[in-house]
């Protein structure tokens, strides 16, 4: 399905070539990902970005937080258009008032601070930028892991909402110079193969070995001229799931039209490497070798066709089956139940969000299910259009007639079952998804209680097949229909009469209306000089997932509450780690008023922490897991185990930039292990970090440390810290970005 090619190569005059005369590290500058970069970067080093971005844009998950940061750090006003979508918590179905309180708040806050404000269901947050904020070589930051807008020539990066804060505050994204990747598109896909199909054989390909991985993926070659723009959003927005850092699309005719049909002419430009351009590797992407595809659950990377799984279905779901049990202990999955009379049967479909809720996908999942019907025999599916624009021309064009009227439900234009904000499936049963994840949890059960089902990914196509099939897994490429004109009329109509455009109007005198959960972030401790650690979970998974540091779903409603939201970190992975890491803060407490517990006091006195160094030595909790923090992009998951009493997260590596980001932002120091070595602490283990403090300013990236088992014994173990910046060396020591600007602040003062 892929050549891949992982050894450097040039494009010169659009051929691929091994030598073009020229150095890999100048030809990088001629890559289009380079042209963009460079110009949004203020730094005077090559080796290193400091990026100023072009426009802002958060969800109503994320917004709260990030202004209420910016706001304690000295911010007046937003330096560059900042727009706030309530495309997640949008439902207030959970907690009372506090989810419409927030939205409150986004737009006390827009008219204070000259921010753009998008009401509750009117468009996700990826839509709208989409729509409204692209330009061909501009650059946006959203608090959300997919704002990936590559395919309009505008370079996306999903971060945490403290990069966020610091473009609010004049400050710069910072990143070592990134290899960049070619993903070289030749051919034409087959009826019935979608966006989604495309986008998940990709990902199977690139996400286990790593190989794009912080690295720029670059979409250019001849077949780029088959696919629509939709087509291309829905792939770019999937590439989060590879893990690599951003990526950007060679624009043509077809970005011409989009952004002239979006009343934006004026925001194209031709986008095109420059010759030579070298890149350090590259995908060859045969569009006629894709197939149906289905990602089993629970990763989007355990993607193989329909056809294989149907024949296979024994065996894969059986598989499934045992990594549930291994992931959720004595709960067991059963998928393999799923086959009757030796075929699939799925119990829900769902079309949705920023991938799945788009024109072109909604139009051909009509024509499938036009003369269909879901049956009555338990099937159900719902729809998430992706804005209200797109709305309004499904309505149009009489697709959302053909989909209704087959007994699809059409929702709301929110993110949905993408993240378990709706369509949450009952227990043991199966739901097909067109959206961007399938992790564990995601969906919105709790295996901790009993509740277990789980999330595979297809594309709107294969789904409408099988709705139209009675829930049966059913290949899209197997049907016999018509592709109908997917001509979109975009009609910003609404936008015009529902969102406040404040920006450039900022107002002072606007009063910011919070709730009763809209809280503060507690007081958060400096660096001590030696840090005492008790290890409040280890996780040897292959990846642990930002879903499982901090579901999404119903804790949503506490995201402007950090305290309360603290109580579900690891809640459906490692149950009772809150109520573990407040034992821990609780002795910490104890420690810093004088009061020494006895089991503190003996275990100091096996690590020879004498009684000069306890006054100098935190204690806290710490976490180790094999590669944490694939996925999502919420802050919160590094937020939490500080506001817990966090110091420190252990690995052999981080899975994505984004989480080791946010790690950094909150005090959480990111340390790596060697992966040559076995890690065999448990939970309830010590480690002790002599002069951690010291080793920081001095920019040491091996540091000493020794740990104390159950078994009483003391071990020596090597941690490496690399990579960190001086500005990141700071943010540790401060013990937090807000400890950070606020000495700098007083400093000013």
Request: proline content about 4%; hydrophobic content about 35%; overall charge negative.
């Amino acid at each position: 399905m892929f050549d891949i090619q992982m050894d450097g190569i040039y494009l010169d005059n659009g051929c691929l070539v091994k030598e073009a005369g020229i150095q890999p590290d100048d030809a990088r500058e001629n890559t289009i990902a380079y042209q963009i970069l460079r110009a949004h970067s203020i730094s005077e080093e090559p080796d290193r970005m400091q990026i100023k971005f072009d426009a802002l844009i958060s969800q109503d998950l994320t917004y709260v937080g990030i202004i209420q940061t910016a706001r304690s750090s000295g911010m007046t006003e937003f330096p560059v258009p900042y727009a706030m979508t309530n495309c997640h918590n949008s439902l207030c179905a959970v907690g009372g008032t506090i989810n419409e309180d927030d939205h409150v708040f986004g737009l006390t806050a827009a008219k204070k601070y000259g921010g753009n404000y998008v009401p509750a269901n009117l468009a996700v947050m990826h839509a709208y930028a989409r729509e409204e904020l692209s330009a061909c070589g501009g650059m946006i930051l959203g608090s959300d892991s997919h704002s990936r807008y590559g395919a309009l020539g505008t370079m996306g990066f999903g971060e945490g909402g403290p990069e966020l804060v610091k473009q609010l505050l004049g400050r710069t994204y910072d990143i070592p110079s990134p290899e960049v990747v070619l993903c070289y598109v030749t051919g034409n896909t087959k009826r019935g193969v979608g966006p989604e199909d495309v986008a998940l054989a990709m990902v199977a390909a690139l996400f286990k070995p790593g190989t794009v991985k912080n690295k720029i993926l670059e979409f250019t070659g001849p077949g780029l001229k088959n696919l629509t723009a939709d087509y291309r959003c829905n792939i770019d927005t999937m590439m989060t799931e590879t893990s690599c850092l951003s990526s950007i699309w060679e624009t043509d005719e077809i970005t011409q039209a989009y952004y002239r049909n979006h009343g934006r002419p004026g925001d194209y430009r031709k986008l095109k490497a420059r010759s030579p351009a070298y890149y350090d590797g590259v995908i060859y992407l045969d569009l006629g070798r894709i197939e149906s595809m289905i990602a089993l659950p629970f990763h989007p990377s355990n993607a193989v066709t329909i056809h294989e799984f149907n024949e296979r279905a024994k065996e894969l779901l059986e598989e499934v089956d045992q990594e549930a049990e291994r992931l959720f202990g004595k709960n067991k999955l059963q998928l393999s139940h799923k086959i009757k009379d030796g075929r699939v049967i799925a119990d829900q479909g769902s079309i949705a969000g920023c991938a799945g809720g788009l024109f072109e996908n909604l139009q051909e999942a009509a024509e499938i299910l036009k003369d269909a019907t879901l049956g009555k025999d338990g099937f159900s599916m719902t729809v998430y259009p992706a804005s209200m624009p797109v709305n309004l021309a499904l309505i149009r064009s009489g697709a959302a007639e053909k989909l209704l009227s087959s007994g699809a439900i059409m929702k709301p234009c929110i993110c949905g079952s993408c993240s378990g904000y709706g369509d949450i499936p009952a227990t043991h049963t199966f739901s097909i998804r067109h959206a961007t994840r399938n992790f564990p949890n995601r969906e919105g059960s709790r295996p901790d209680e009993g509740q277990y089902c789980a999330v595979a990914l297809m594309d709107a196509r294969s789904i409408a097949a099988t709705a139209a099939n009675q829930g049966v897994i059913t290949a899209a490429t197997d049907l016999d229909y018509q592709i109908p004109d997917l001509k979109y009329c975009f009609d910003g109509t609404v936008y015009k009469k529902r969102v406040y455009y404040g920006y450039g109007k900022a107002d002072a005198s606007v009063r910011l209306v919070t709730g009763p959960n809209i809280v503060d972030w507690p007081p958060m401790d400096e660096l001590h000089d030696n840090i005492l650690m008790r290890f409040s979970a280890v996780i040897h998974d292959p990846v642990t997932t930002t879903d499982e540091l901090i579901p999404s779903g119903d804790t949503a409603s506490y995201r402007s509450n950090p305290i309360r939201l603290a109580e579900y970190a690891l809640c459906r992975r490692v149950p009772g780690y809150a109520g573990y890491c407040r034992s821990i803060q609780a002795v910490e407490e104890e420690r810093k008023q004088g009061k020494m517990p006895e089991e503190l006091v003996q275990v100091m006195n096996r690590f020879g922490i004498d009684e000069d160094m306890i006054a100098g030595t935190g204690y806290g909790s710490c976490l180790f897991a094999n590669k944490p923090g694939d996925g999502s992009a919420r802050e919160q998951a590094a937020s939490c185990q500080k506001v817990l009493g966090g110091i420190a997260n252990l690995c052999f590596e981080y899975a994505t930039k984004r989480y080791r980001s946010n790690c950094i932002n909150w005090g959480i120091i990111p340390f790596t292990l060697d992966g040559r070595e076995k890690f065999d602490c448990v939970q309830g283990d010590y480690i002790f970090i002599e002069g951690i403090r010291k080793a920081l300013l001095e920019g040491k990236k091996c540091i000493a440390a020794r740990t104390l088992g159950s078994d009483g014994n003391v071990r020596g173990i090597t941690l490496a810290l690399e990579g960190l910046t001086e500005t990141e060396r700071d943010i540790l020591l401060a013990g937090c970005l807000i400890n950070y600007y606020r000495k700098q602040k007083i400093g000013e003062c």
